[in-house]
């Protein structure tokens, strides 16, 4: 288990899914309405997109999920310069 799979595990998070294409971390969400959020890495475009699935919407990010993302990010070396 990588640092950033242990911060995202740590903040409620499963990786649901990993391939070539998409890397995916889901949890629930039971505060207030049962609904799932759900993190995706798309290794092609480097770009990450959280969706809360009840509203099928966009989320807003915690400092601890950005600080987790930041260092799923420097692992997949998408902030070396070339």
């Known amino acids: 288990m990588t640092k950033a799979d242990k911060m995202f595990d740590d903040l409620g998070y499963k990786l649901i899914s990993k391939t070539d294409v998409y890397i995916i971390y889901e949890k629930e969400d039971d505060?207030?309405?049962?609904?799932?959020?759900?993190?995706s890495f798309n290794l092609k475009c480097k770009s990450i997109l959280k969706t809360c699935k009840l509203y099928?919407?966009?989320?807003?990010?915690?400092?601890?999920?950005?600080?987790?993302?930041?260092?799923?990010v420097k692992e997949l070396g998408w902030l070396d310069v070339k």
């Open 31 to 39: 505060k207030t309405y049962p609904y799932k959020i759900e993190l």
């Open 56 to 72: 099928d919407d966009r989320c807003w990010l915690s400092m601890q999920e950005l600080q987790a993302i930041n260092e799923k």
